[in-house]
């Protein structure tokens, strides 16, 4: 079994940036970000693979990177030129295992 703990959300004006973090209690493998917006369902946004490839929901692309750092167990993603429509509870996930984290609320404000 696996622990997660994400941390860095927030409250932020549009147009702002913030930088999600999600600790592992043991070595990572392809680990992801998902998000959920109330009254809709949780949605992918974001995963990287053990060989550090990437991919990205539509709907970011271009605004957030997914990033990961191996010696700490830890994965990011750093979200830039945030909109309103981001706004939703982000959750980090062990795609490998399908583990989950508690999640950190993101706020952004118009």
């Known amino acids: 079994q696996v622990r997660l703990v994400e941390s860095g959300g927030g409250l932020v004006q549009a147009g702002g940036s913030l930088r999600l973090s999600c600790v592992a209690s043991?070595?990572?493998?392809?680990m992801a970000w998902y998000r959920q917006a109330p009254g809709k369902q949780r949605e992918l946004v974001a995963y990287?693979?053990?060989?550090?490839?990437?991919n990205y929901a539509d709907s970011v692309k271009g605004r957030f990177t997914i990033s990961r750092d191996n010696a700490k167990n830890t994965v990011y993603l750093q979200m830039n030129s945030l909109k309103p429509e981001d706004t939703a509870v982000y959750y980090c996930?062990?795609?490998?295992?399908?583990?989950w984290g508690q999640g950190t609320q993101v706020t952004v404000s118009s």
């Open positions: 990287i693979t053990s060989a550090s490839s990437t």
């Open positions: 043991r070595s990572l493998f392809t």
């Open positions: 996930k062990d795609d490998t295992f399908g583990y």
